[in-house]
């Protein structure tokens, strides 16, 4: 008797969450309306569906404003990078400058620049002649 009791209960138990659901859900039908939780429905669904999309396309329209394609000035390999951002190049090793569209050599702090040497010699060689 006390067994069999005990097994009814544990029954009940099981299916609660599913009994419980199924009250809630005539809960609120009986209390907002048939057609107010339809159309909750369809506007949940179209905003599921339609989210995902918005967002995606969101996403891609931001990467191709942010992201730019060019070749490795030192090594010429091609990748991808983020605009106005610092990194080093996967392939060489060189670090780089993404500037608006295209890539560039960061020269490191203390190096002669080659184009600031060769202006002054051929200053030179022109007073010279
Ligand atoms: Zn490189």
């Given at each position: ?53 918005i967002v995606f396309w969101g996403f891609q329209w931001w990467l191709k404003r942010k992201l ?62």
């Amino acid at each position: 008797m006390n067994d069999r009791f005990n097994k009814i209960i544990q029954l009940n138990t099981s299916g609660l969450g599913c009994w419980l659901t199924i009250i809630l859900f005539a809960f609120i039908l009986t209390s907002i309306g048939l057609g107010w939780v339809i159309n909750g429905f369809i506007i949940l669904l179209t905003l599921l569906f339609i989210l995902p999309v918005i967002v995606f396309w969101g996403f891609q329209w931001w990467l191709k404003r942010k992201l730019v394609q060019d070749q490795c000035p030192v090594c010429s390999y091609e990748f991808t990078g983020f605009k106005n951002t610092e990194f080093n190049c996967p392939s060489c090793g060189e670090p780089l400058q993404v500037t608006a569209e295209s890539f560039s050599r960061i020269t490191p702090p203390g190096t002669i620049d080659v184009d600031a040497v060769e202006i002054p010699v051929q200053k030179i060689e022109e007073n010279n002649y």
